[in-house]
C-alpha cells in the first residue's frame, strides 16, 4: 500500500492485487507442470467454471461485505 502524505489516507488497488495474486498462482502451478497448463487446467487454477463466481468476483464481494460491516 502507498501512503499519500497529502492526504494522509492509505490508497490501494484491490483490482491490480487480485490480477498479482492470480498470475502468481498460475506461476506455481505452471512450475508444478510437466508441461504447458491446457485451458482446463488454466481455468481451474483462476476458479474459472461456468455458473459459478471466478476468484476475482469472490474477492470484490468479500471486499463489499467488508466495507458494508465497517
Do not use: Y
Not at 487480485?18 to 506455481?28: H, Q, R
Amino acid at each position: 500500500m502507498t501512503r499519500d502524505p497529502h492526504v494522509g489516507d492509505e490508497l490501494t488497488d484491490d483490482a491490480l492485487q487480485d490480477e498479482i495474486e492470480m498470475v502468481g498462482e498460475l506461476v506455481v502451478a505452471a512450475s508444478a507442470s510437466k508441461g504447458p497448463l491446457t485451458n482446463e487446467e488454466i481455468d481451474d487454477v483462476l476458479g474459472v467454471k461456468h455458473g459459478h463466481p471466478t476468484r476475482r468476483e469472490r474477492s470484490r464481494q468479500a471486499r463489499e461485505w467488508r466495507t458494508q460491516d465497517a
